[in-house]
């Protein structure tokens, strides 16, 4: 079976730019999960999607969006990007509710 | 303060020592307690999962909750080379409707 796979793998952007990064969970999954992680403040929840809907989020600013289509693929956007947002973003899914989360291997963006 | 507190590290110990790996949490809501493992450039994966207090242990690897400490515990024994790596734990007080709390991750390498 096919593990998480995200792409782009690396991205480079300027300030002010807006971003999309994909995630495609494991087959049969419904939850994808989406965290931010740097140095200093590790792994970072940023929302939860099942079936379609949000049903989690961390603190994050509006900037930061995402969503889910029908076949569990989810995307994540983020907007009017600032030099704090360089990070790992890594997706994880899981069939829902449980506590096998799988996780992707990330998509490093760098904002310069 | 954070909720999860784990000294990053760099932890170096020397191959066949007992790893001791440690986080502390203020969140006494917490119940499902994880250990994952993040090799460079790749996402994290769950080494071991309790639920509550007490021991479990896989193979080489022990993890030891005490809900009255607010501490929990990953014991590596016989360390090898390839266990070099970020540990990362994880908690949460209720899968599918609460998220996942991760510490910053220690740094471990084994020297051969």
């Known amino acids: 079976k096919a593990g998480v796979t995200q792409t782009p793998r690396y991205l480079i952007k300027t300030r002010g730019q807006q971003v999309t990064l994909s995630c495609s969970p494991i087959?049969?999954?419904?939850?994808v999960s989406w965290y931010q992680q740097t140095p200093g403040q590790g792994l970072q929840f940023l929302f939860e999607?099942?079936?379609?809907?949000?049903?989690n989020k961390g603190n994050f600013p509006g900037r930061f969006s995402g969503r889910q289509f029908s076949n569990s693929r989810s995307e994540m956007n983020v907007s009017t990007l600032e030099l704090g947002d360089s990070a790992l973003y890594l997706c994880?899914?899981?069939?829902?509710?449980?506590?096998?989360?799988?996780f992707g291997p990330g998509t490093r963006l760098l904002v310069l | 303060q954070k909720e999860v507190e784990q000294d990053p590290g760099p932890l170096s110990v020397p191959e066949g020592a007992i790893v001791s790996l440690n986080c502390t949490y203020s969140?006494?809501?917490?119940?499902?307690f994880m250990w994952y493992r993040q090799y460079s450039r790749k996402g994290p994966e769950l080494l071991m999962y309790?639920?509550?207090?007490g021991n479990k242990e896989d193979g080489r690897f022990t993890a030891q909750v005490d809900k009255s400490s607010k501490y929990i515990s990953l014991f590596i024994r016989d360390s090898q080379p390839s266990d070099s790596a970020t540990y990362l734990c994880?908690?949460?007080?209720?899968?599918?409707?609460?998220?996942?709390?991760f510490g910053t991750g220690t740094r471990l390498t084994i020297i051969p």
């Open positions: 994880a899914s899981s069939l829902g509710g449980e506590e096998t989360q799988y």
């Open positions: 087959s049969g999954h419904r939850s």
């Open positions: 994880a908690m949460t007080s209720n899968f599918g409707n609460e998220k996942l709390t």
């Open positions: 999607y099942f079936s379609e809907t949000q049903r």
């Open positions: 969140n006494s809501a917490f119940q499902y």
């Open positions: 309790t639920y509550s207090s």
